[in-house]
């Protein structure tokens, strides 16, 4: 007996811990319950993480989650994460439910086990409806809207639980703090709670036998059984890695409760749930959104006062492999209804808000010298900011600031300007030249780098902006003319479609508009109007 | 048959020991992926969004060589995810004809506000009496270094300031 053992008993309970006595057929089949307990402990540490940089209020939430995403060093990494780790939970926690469910694990005298495992399900998804609104982008909000909607739906609560979560009105302020205080005060100590209840009570009725267990001598949980927990922990570990370091999680725009043009839809796993609502309509909706759903709570719940019989090999449960077959089976049918039939217009160019977005500020024919950079192939001889020394020299870090005439003079005959110079003459006209040369002198070392990372479509949109000239009419992020309407803040003025329909014959949306037409193919309106879109107000 | 056991207990401890450095070099592997990121998340420094910029403090034109004066002026501060346009000082000096100096406002010490005192042509601080002289310099107190000084900049008789440099130099 240690000196801290003799005062704590840690060293004791860890042991009694380790060498738990557990039934020789013990494999890996149970190493869900583990993993389910580890993601969990990792969702606690990210999100308190999050929080360190988090402010939970509509708009200050969005920004500083930009501020996580594109300036805190390893934000992306952390949010990652938190991200694929509740999916992943979700994944974790029904498959540790059906081996249960197959294994007939839930048996007398193991049936309030099952019935704490089954309210954890439903907290773990409580946690990804109220995790969803955070961000407070376009998708969150919509994705709430509905939610509450569907709380409201509920026959006499209805009211209530609309009230309680905030969503009486819209959803708003009310509703966020409501979504944030469950989200991270309540519902994780309640988690806490029921988890240590639940492994309190495996381990007081034992992990459930096999059929012949009780002929073979019992097994120690060290080392072999504890082995395999952590190396399936590992294994879930390292995949969630991998997918926050790969999978990026997008950000949309900002909510905004006038957009018109959005597909609400709620994250994968509640997806099935989604398309139910859809069969029932008019007074029977409560039937999808609160019947149904009640229902299928409750016979889970009773799963094991249903089920009474002998345990008996899993083999021979025939039975409880054609119920999970079904439930599979209507979930996924379900799911890829829900997905099949998700919008695909309007979203064809998609805007991470949690990349970094300096490029928005730059004006169109900047952004177009951004093009023209990049089609000239100028990166083979110039470094740009950070990046191995080239034949030219950095073009962010030129020691002494030419003027824009210099430099279109310098690009029609290098060696003219800079003796001696090997840089073959760009051949590119007077417009576009000046383009090239406004890109090049807003460079700096700080910037370049983001200023790279322009997308494709709003550096393609900005080439198609200079070659119509639109910047003769319109003004754009200071740049252009004031005889048309400005086009920052479009996006708060008018709709996609709008805009799409205007550019094909703008006299039949804005009468008496000196606006000619312009026929795009459909790939450049959808460069065009997204693009336009993301001018800031 | 005691020959044969014995082996088989062998093989047994080695087995233990396999599964134990296992089972050890996963945790390490999980606690450093989790701890590693997480320090360079809280220590590491966020990436700078704005560069530091010149703003205008005041009229140095009329100034009295000597005399220092402090001017307010506002300055964009960027404060996490948010870029705050805040009220700011600094004590300005005219120290011969071409130098102007501005002094951040806080004592080195532990950063009260100092102010100066005419009669004694000093600079006091009011906590822990730190006093420094017309250029900064420390005269007394705990103070561990002298004023720290912004970049200045006079044009057309405006005084423009740059970022808050830390002084070198000791007391």
């Known amino acids: 007996m240690s000196w801290l053992d003799h005062r704590t008993g ?17 494999g890996w089949r149970q190493v869900f319950g583990s993993i389910a307990v580890f993601l969990f402990l990792v969702q606690a540490f990210t ?84 995790g969803y609104l955070l961000p407070w982008d376009n998708r969150a909000y919509w994705g709430t809207v509905v939610a509450t909607q569907i709380a409201t739906s509920v026959p006499l609560a209805g009211p209530y639980l609309s009230r309680l979560l905030g969503g009486e009105n819209a959803v ?5 703090a409501r979504f944030y205080g469950l989200h991270v005060l309540l519902l994780p100590p309640a988690t806490g709670l029921l988890i ?86 008019g007074p029977l909706e409560v039937v999808g959104s609160v019947i149904l759903p009640g229902l299928a709570v409750l016979a889970l719940l009773l799963v094991p006062f249903v089920d009474r019989g002998q345990v008996v090999r899993v083999t021979r449960r025939t039975a409880a492999f054609g119920v999970a077959a079904l439930a599979l089976l209507g979930w996924l049918g379900l ?54 020394p080239r034949v030219g020299p950095d073009l962010s870090n030129v020691p002494i600031k030419k003027t824009a005439a210099w430099m279109i003079e310098h690009f029609k005959r290098p060696a003219a300007m800079v003796p001696g110079s090997s840089m073959p003459a760009i051949q590119l006209s007077n417009a576009q ?62 709709t996609k479609t709008w805009v799409a329909q205007h550019f094909a014959n703008p006299q039949a949306l804005s009468p008496g508009s000196i606006m000619p037409p312009y026929r795009f193919s459909s790939r450049e309106m959808d460069w065009m109007v997204a693009y336009l879109f993301t001018l800031p107000d | 048959m005691p020959a044969t056991e014995q082996p088989e207990e062998q093989a047994e401890v080695s087995r233990r020991g396999f599964y134990a450095a296992l089972i050890y070099g996963m945790w390490s592997a999980i606690v450093t992926a ?33 005399a220092p004066v402090e001017m307010v002026f506002r300055q964009n501060r960027v404060d996490g995810w948010k870029i705050l346009s805040q009220k700011t000082t600094a004590w300005v000096v005219k120290l011969s004809d071409t130098g102007v100096v501005a002094f951040g406002p806080q004592c080195t010490h532990l950063g009260c506000a100092y102010h100066w005192d005419d009669s004694r042509a000093e600079f006091l601080c009011p906590c822990h009496t730190s006093i420094f002289a017309i250029d900064g310099a420390v005269v007394s107190g705990p103070a561990p270094r002298p004023l720290d000084r912004y970049d200045v900049r006079v044009e057309n008789g405006k005084l423009l300031l740059g970022p808050l440099r830390e002084s070198k130099g000791k007391a």
């Open chain 1, 433 to 494: 030249l000046n383009a090239l040369a406004a890109f090049l002198l807003k460079l700096t070392p700080r910037n370049a780098e983001a200023l790279s990372n322009a997308p494709d479509f709003a550096v393609e949109a900005a080439l198609l902006y200079q070659s119509k000239n639109c910047g003769a009419c319109h003004m754009a992020n200071g740049v252009g003319m004031k005889i048309g309407p400005p086009l920052n803040g479009l996006a708060r003025r008018r």
């Open chain 1, 47 to 130: 999100g308190a993480l999050l929080a360190f940089n988090y402010a939970p209020t509509p708009g200050d939430a969005y920004n500083s989650l930009r501020y996580i995403l594109t300036e805190v060093t390893g934000g992306h990494l952390i949010r990652g994460l938190h991200h694929w780790g509740a999916s992943m939970l979700i994944v974790v926690v029904v498959l540790h439910m059906t081996q249960v469910f197959l294994y007939g694990a839930y048996k007398k005298p193991r049936e309030a086990t099952w019935i704490l495992g089954v309210v954890l399900l439903l907290l773990t998804m409580a946690y990804g409806l109220t």
């Open chain 2, 34 to 66: 989790l701890s590693l990121p997480a320090a360079i998340y809280l220590l590491l420094p966020p990436k700078l969004r704005k560069a530091p910029e010149w703003v205008e403090a005041g009229d140095v034109s009329q100034l009295e060589p000597r």
């Open chain 1, 10 to 26: 840690i060293e004791t309970a860890i042991r009694n811990f380790l060498y738990e006595e557990i039934p020789a057929s013990s």
């Open chain 1, 335 to 388: 799911t890829v209804a829900a997905v099949a039939t998700t919008p695909k217009t309007d979203n064809t160019v998609e805007i991470d808000f949690g990349a970094p977005t300096d490029w928005m500020q730059l004006s169109p024919q900047e952004l177009a010298g951004v093009g023209y950079f990049r089609k000239e192939n100028c990166a083979s001889c110039h470094a740009v900011g950070a990046g191995k």
């Open chain 1, 172 to 176: 708003g302020v009310v509703t966020f």
């Open chain 1, 196 to 281: 240590a209840t639940h492994i309190y009570l495996v381990r007081k009725h034992g992990v459930a036998p096999a059929p012949g267990d009780e002929l073979l001598p019992k097994k120690k949980f060290y080392p072999q059984q504890a082995f395999r927990d952590t190396a399936a922990i590992f294994a879930a570990f390292a995949i969630l890695f991998v997918m926050a370091v790969a999978v990026r999680v997008p950000l949309e725009r900002l909510a905004d409760p006038t957009d018109t043009t959005v597909a609400p839809r709620p994250d994968w796993y509640f997806l099935f749930l989604f398309q139910t609502l859809k069969f029932f309509n």
